[in-house]
Structures are given as structure tokens and as C-alpha cells.
């Protein structure tokens, strides 16, 4: 068994750290905030994931799993180190290397004996490898030998846990035949495919990736504003397209686009990458611009239904940037939320677990309820953000029972249209015709909604 010290204890890192303890290794995590570490030493997840706070107690009890803010304990007995700090967006759209580098020469700082395996988990540029190894190097108070490796990580959030365990493949990259040899050792546990790769590539795969599953959701958002034009069914449409083995029905769902920390910022890097190299990838632009329009597509669509929103008592389902996770970076529903705030409606938002994170971007410019019933009591207008299993099993009747005029703007696709028809409702979603009242399918579309 190896040890092994994670370097950054975030939704990356914390999840790693907690399912290599889990598989038998000795792993420190490393964070520089205080706060993080103390509420983990108490046994208390830093965010919501499925499975994850129960997994770190057990091991945390078991005591393979330690953690610290102190990189000298953190990285100086460890046989491996996994960086795991985030990477950000510059305001070039590249990503920014400023926690890699400062890492980078924590590691240099702190490491006293020869062939530790440095491996980069976190999403970097192509090259970033070279300028880690530079970066450790400047900082080494005597000659030493290292190994590095690009590791690049897949794992969904609010399906982490899960795909540290059954992920599709796992890829590493080095020019160290000792490095691939330790990872796939690491690794071999967990019956996952493995890809070895030299760095460049395994540092390429993860932005393509990510790029890739932009690409498919703009895709298919801008069909479904063509379906919305001409009254057709963005469903039926995927649906007949998903059949085509060669297409495949996963990522293939419209809606109000995508955000989170990393479909929106990899895109950029890989347009980024593309412009440098001198090989510009302009689809790239439109995914992203695509994206942009469809964020607000719903407010468009309430604005061209009913003018002005000013004084609209408006509940805003779900505020994470998708389902199962707290995390509300890059969210489509906190810009919903200030859109419609700027059109004047009185918001009051839901959901089960990414209110507190939603307050620090938000403030108080909305207001926030504990359950589904409170926030939709009395609204005139209800948008879904987030398709959260709690939310797309809301009885129909509810939306009728507890709302002044049930006009639901649905932004994930969560309901049937069938299933809407038998109710006084007015019902909005992306791509689909629009159904009002108990029987009526309004032939209009969209935007021009009569
Ligand atoms: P995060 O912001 O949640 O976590 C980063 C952590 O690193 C923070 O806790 C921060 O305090 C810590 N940190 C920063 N500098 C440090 C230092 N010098 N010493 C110790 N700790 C330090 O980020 P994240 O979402 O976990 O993402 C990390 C990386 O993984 C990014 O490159 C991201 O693109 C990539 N990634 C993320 C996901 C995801 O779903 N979040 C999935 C795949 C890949």
C-alpha cells in the first residue's frame, strides 16, 4: 500500500483522497484553508456529495485518512503526490496556473527524498507538466529525482463517488515507464480501463472531453430552438437520433445549457489552445455563444409572454449547477436568478442543498425557502433550473394547488407534455410545444408564444 498526499482537498481532491483510503492506502490530504481542514477533522464533509461524508468517516476512524493545512506533514514522507488545486479561467479564457505553480513549489520546498511520483489531477493547459516539473525544481534545496505524471480526472460531481469506482476509463500520461507502471498498479483495484498515454496527450484528452460534451449539449439546444420555430419535438427528435449507435443517446438532452466549474472553462481552453497553435476551432466559439443564449432562453420566453415581469412573484426550482452536488459555480439558475431580479420579479428560490453556496453569489437580492411548497405558495410564475429528482417528482397538482397562475417556464425538460395536458396550467419547456389549460396544445412556440 501506498502513501499517498493530495494536494488541495476540494471536490477533486477530498473525493480521491477518500476512496484511495478506502481502497487500503495511506492518504493525507492537504488543503491550505483552516476552515476546510477543521470541519473535516470532525468527520463533516466540505460539500455535498452522494456517499462521500459516510466513506470519510469510515476511514477516517479506520486512520488512513489524516488531513492537514501543513504541506511539510502533508508531502514529506508520501511515496505519491496528486495535485488537485483548481484551475480557473484567466480573463484570456486560458486557464490560470497560479495555485499549480504556488503548489508546485510547495512540493519543491518540502520533498527530501528521491523518486516521489508527482501527478497532476487537476485540468491544465498542454505543456503545464514541463512548467511542474521547472516549478519543483526551482524550489528543491537538494538534487533530487522525480517522477511526473498527468492524471487527468472525469469524475462528475453528484456522481463522484460512483465514478471513482465505475468510471468509463482512467487515463495517465508520462515519459517515465516507472510512473505508468506505479499509476496502473494504483489503479488496478478498481478493474477500470486504462489508457497510458505520453503527457501531452493524456493532458489533451481531458479538455477534448470536456469540449466534446459542450459541443453535444449546444448541438442539441440549437435544434431545439428550430424545433421551437417549426413545432417539433426536440424529444422525438434526440430520441431518433440517440438511436444511431454511431450517435448515442447520452449528453443528448436540451435545456437551459451548461455550466459548472468545468464544461464552460475547458471549452475556452480548448479555443485558447487551437488560437495559439495557429489551428482555431471557430465551432468552439458557437458552442459557447449558443450556450449563452440559451441560459436566459426561459426569461426571454416569460418576457415574450407576459411584457414586463416587473412585480411577478416568481419560484426559481433548483440553484446547483446540476443535480446531487451543492456546488453553484458557472450555474445557469444563480443568472436566471439575476436576470430576473433586473426584470423586476420577486424571486423566491429552492433548493435541497445548494442554498448557502447560492447566498454568497446572490446575497440577499432573493429570497430562499426550505421546502418546494413555500417557495412555489402563492407564485405566478415558476422557472426550473435544475433537475433535481425531488423536483421532477412534483405532483402536477401541486404546481396548480399551490401557485395564484400556474405558468411553468421548464428549463430541464422534467414533465411529460401528456402528463401536463390534464391540468389548468400553462407549461413552458425547451424545445416542445407549449400546454395550456386542461386539453389545449397551443400551436404556437417559444419566443412568440401567443
Ligand atoms: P476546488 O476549488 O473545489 O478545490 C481546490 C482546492 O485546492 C481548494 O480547497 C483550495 O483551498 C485548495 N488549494 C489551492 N491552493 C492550495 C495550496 N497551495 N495548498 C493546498 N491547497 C490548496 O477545485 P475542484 O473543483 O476540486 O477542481 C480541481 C481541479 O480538478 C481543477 O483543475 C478542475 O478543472 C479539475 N476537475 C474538476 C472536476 C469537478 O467536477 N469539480 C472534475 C474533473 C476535473
Redesign the pocket.
Known amino acids: 500500500m501506498k502513501k499517498i498526499a493530495i494536494?488541495?482537498?476540494?471536490?477533486?481532491?477530498?473525493?480521491t483522497g477518500v476512496c484511495l483510503a478506502e481502497i487500503g492506502h495511506d492518504v493525507i490530504c492537504?488543503?491550505?484553508?483552516p476552515q476546510?481542514i477543521n470541519t473535516l477533522l470532525k468527520g463533516e464533509a466540505?460539500?455535498y456529495e452522494p456517499g462521500l461524508e459516510e466513506l470519510m468517516k469510515n476511514n477516517l476512524e479506520a486512520g488512513r485518512l489524516i488531513f492537514t493545512?501543513s504541506?511539510t506533514i502533508?508531502y514529506q514522507d508520501a511515496d505519491i503526490i496528486m495535485i488537485?488545486?483548481?484551475?480557473?479561467n484567466d480573463p484570456n479564457g486560458s486557464?490560470d496556473l497560479q495555485?499549480?505553480e504556488?503548489?508546485s513549489k510547495?512540493i519543491g520546498r518540502t520533498i527530501t527524498r528521491n523518486n516521489i511520483l508527482i501527478v497532476t489531477?487537476?485540468?491544465?493547459p498542454l505543456g503545464t507538466n514541463e512548467k511542474i516539473k521547472e516549478w519543483i525544481q526551482s524550489e528543491l534545496r537538494s538534487p533530487l529525482y522525480f517522477h511526473l505524471a498527468a492524471n487527468?480526472?472525469?469524475?462528475?460531481?453528484g456522481a463522484?463517488v460512483y465514478d471513482t469506482f465505475h468510471g468509463d476509463r482512467i487515463i495517465i500520461g508520462s515519459d517515465s515507464k516507472e510512473a505508468l507502471h506505479t499509476l496502473e498498479e494504483l489503479y488496478k483495484p478498481l478493474h477500470i480501463p486504462i489508457i497510458k498515454t505520453d503527457t501531452k496527450s493524456a493532458e489533451l484528452i481531458?479538455i477534448a472531453s470536456?469540449s466534446f460534451l459542450a459541443l453535444k449539449i449546444s448541438y442539441v439546444n440549437a435544434l431545439s430552438s428550430i424545433c421551437e420555430q417549426i413545432g417539433g419535438n426536440i424529444e422525438e427528435v434526440t430520441l431518433g437520433m440517440g438511436m444511431d449507435a454511431r450517435i448515442g443517446t447520452s449528453f443528448l438532452n436540451a435545456g437551459v445549457g451548461f455550466g459548472?466549474?468545468?464544461l464552460p472553462?475547458?471549452t475556452k481552453e480548448v479555443t485558447h489552445l487551437a488560437n495559439e497553435v495557429g489551428e482555431p476551432i471557430r465551432l468552439l466559439d458557437e458552442v459557447l455563444e449558443i450556450n449563452k443564449r440559451q441560459e436566459l432562453r426561459l426569461i426571454d420566453k416569460a418576457l415574450a409572454r407576459f411584457k414586463s415581469l416587473k412585480g411577478k412573484k416568481a419560484a426559481l426550482l433548483g440553484l446547483s449547477f446540476k443535480p446531487n452536488?451543492d456546488?453553484v459555480?458557472e450555474s445557469v439558475s444563480i443568472k436566471m436568478a439575476k436576470r430576473l431580479v433586473m426584470e423586476g420579479a420577486i424571486v423566491t428560490a429552492y433548493d435541497p442543498v445548494a442554498i448557502r453556496n447560492a447566498k454568497r453569489e446572490l446575497g440577499e437580492i432573493i429570497s430562499y425557502s426550505d421546502t418546494l411548497e413555500q417557495a412555489l405558495m402563492n407564485a405566478d410564475l415558476a422557472f426550473i433550473g435544475t433537475e433535481w429528482e425531488e423536483i421532477k417528482n412534483i405532483p402536477i397538482t401541486m404546481f396548480s394547488e399551490w401557485m395564484t397562475e400556474p405558468v411553468i417556464f421548464d428549463g430541464r425538460n422534467c414533465f411529460q407534455l401528456d402528463a401536463m395536458k390534464g391540468f389548468p396550467i400553462e407549461y413552458h419547456s425547451i424545445g416542445r410545444p407549449c400546454v395550456i389549460g386542461k386539453e389545449n396544445i397551443i400551436k404556437t412556440f417559444g419566443l412568440g408564444l401567443g
Not at 494536494?7 to 473525493?15: H, M, P
Not at 488537485?84 to 480557473?88: A, E, K, L, N, S
Not at 487527468?152 to 460531481?157: A, D, M, N, S, T
Request: aromatic share 8%; glycine share 12%; charged share 25%.
Open positions: 494536494a488541495g482537498t476540494g471536490y477533486v481532491g477530498l473525493v492537504v488543503d491550505r484553508d476546510k466540505t460539500f493545512t504541506p502533508g488537485t488545486v483548481g484551475t480557473p486557464l495555485y499549480i504556488q503548489i510547495e489531477k487537476s485540468t491544465v487527468p480526472e472525469f469524475l462528475r460531481q463522484a481531458k470536456n459548472g466549474s468545468c472553462k475547458d452536488t456546488d459555480r
